[in-house]
């Protein structure tokens, strides 16, 4: 039997029971739009958050200090990172080329009768080419400022928001914390990162911060660029052991720093990715598995109710094989149509997703396809039982049966 004429055959037969048809893709139409709208939530979230940490600055290396406290029980961050610690990594350590001690705090912010709590960042000026941090009206403090512990600040588009409105703050004075400052930029937009918000925060020089805002005499962490080009994993070894030797660490005493880089960000943020992208995709794919059953179903009934038409083939010089290929291929048929079907749905859910609840979705081809490849293989697997069936009919019984 020619192949087009076992195609026809297969078609004709779908088409003669459209209801059933349809109802048995359903399954397989609902598992490939769900694989495929899973796995775009998925890869859109992903990419959001990866986006998000590659706004933070390129080749960055954050020294943070430590957590205190015993077996396991942290009771809050030693206070043992200095400004000379962040000074002798920028000389020391090779491969550094920007560097800015961060000393972060909360504090009351007062604009004539508004008022705000907000952070207190205070940094040095390498810090905002360092986490890409533009500055979108006026300008930067000056090392000069920084020196002289000056009262500026830079504000981030949030904080101006809630003090301003829609009024210019350059040039405006605030009070930070019972402190004037004039208010000499506001940043770019760049939205939530993580723990922190730069969009609502103050930045000052952090000469102003420890001395006069804050009063301390450590900083919480020191932010680092590397050069494009340098080996991280010697770079760690290097910031590890000067901290180690300038905190007088013995070698059995452990890090009472913690030392992160971008690279390591990513690296945990794409593996915690892929599990969920598993999981999701996997919980969705279990309706391609119960929508294989049900063309199963059908097939089985389809077998049952052409069982003489079997009979009649096979009496007229139809092959096991040729049998075996018609029911199989309306099995694939069916399966392949309902995964077309799915991929509009699915495709179309995501959009839908991304209009009306302004989540991030990224619907890629590789998803597409794999969703496609196993709706092929779901109707292959399950239309391979009832074809085989038919195919080893009894063609006396079979012309008997009515």
Request: charged content about 20%; some cysteine; proline content about 2%.
């Amino acid at each position: 039997m020619l192949l087009w004429t076992i195609v026809r055959v297969a078609l004709r037969s779908l088409l003669a029971n459209k209801l059933r048809s349809i109802l048995a893709m359903l399954g397989i139409i609902i598992g490939v739009g769900a694989v495929i709208s899973t796995l775009a939530l998925a890869a859109g979230a992903r990419k959001q958050v990866l986006d998000q940490i590659s706004a933070i600055g390129a080749n960055l290396v954050v020294v943070r200090a430590g957590q205190s406290g015993l077996r396991g029980v942290r009771s809050g961050i030693k206070e043992n990172m200095t400004l000379e610690d962040a000074q002798s990594l920028l000389d020391m350590v090779a491969g550094f080329r920007r560097m800015s001690p961060v000393i972060e705090g909360a504090g009351q912010f007062k604009y004539y009768n508004k008022n705000c709590r907000s952070t207190v960042l205070g940094v040095s000026n390498d810090y905002f080419p360092i986490r890409r941090l533009e500055i979108e009206r006026g300008r930067a403090f000056t090392r000069r400022e920084i020196e002289r512990m000056g009262h500026v600040a830079i504000l981030g588009p949030t904080t101006v928001a809630n003090l301003f409105g829609r009024s210019d703050p350059i040039g405006e004075t605030v009070k930070i914390s019972g402190i004037n400052f004039k208010v000499i930029g506001v940043t770019k937009e760049k939205g939530v990162q993580g723990r922190s918000n730069p969009d609502d925060q103050a930045v000052i020089p952090y000469t102003t911060a420890m001395k006069q805002v804050l009063g301390v005499g450590t900083v919480r962490e020191i932010n680092l660029e590397a050069d494009a080009k340098a080996d991280m994993d010697k770079i760690k070894e290097s910031v590890t052991a000067l901290l180690r030797q300038r905190h007088r660490l013995r070698e059995t005493e452990v890090d009472d720093f913690e030392l992160t880089t971008q690279a390591e960000i990513i690296e945990t943020v794409a593996s915690v990715s892929r599990t969920f992208t598993i999981l999701l995709g996997s919980t969705a794919g279990i309706s391609l598995l119960v929508g294989g059953i049900g063309i199963m179903n059908i097939m089985l009934v389809t077998v049952t109710e052409r069982t003489r038409e079997i009979g009649i083939r096979k009496a007229i010089g139809a092959k096991n094989r040729d049998i075996l290929a018609q029911f199989l291929l309306e099995s694939v048929v069916m399966s392949c149509l309902g995964g077309l079907i799915g991929i509009g749905l699915g495709i179309g859910l995501a959009d839908l997703i991304q209009r009306l609840m302004q989540f991030s979705t990224l619907t890629q081809a590789s998803s597409v396809l794999l969703a496609f490849s196993f709706s092929a293989g779901v109707g292959v697997f399950f239309g391979f039982y009832p074809a085989r069936r038919a195919a080893l009919l009894n063609p006396i019984e079979a012309l008997r049966f009515e």
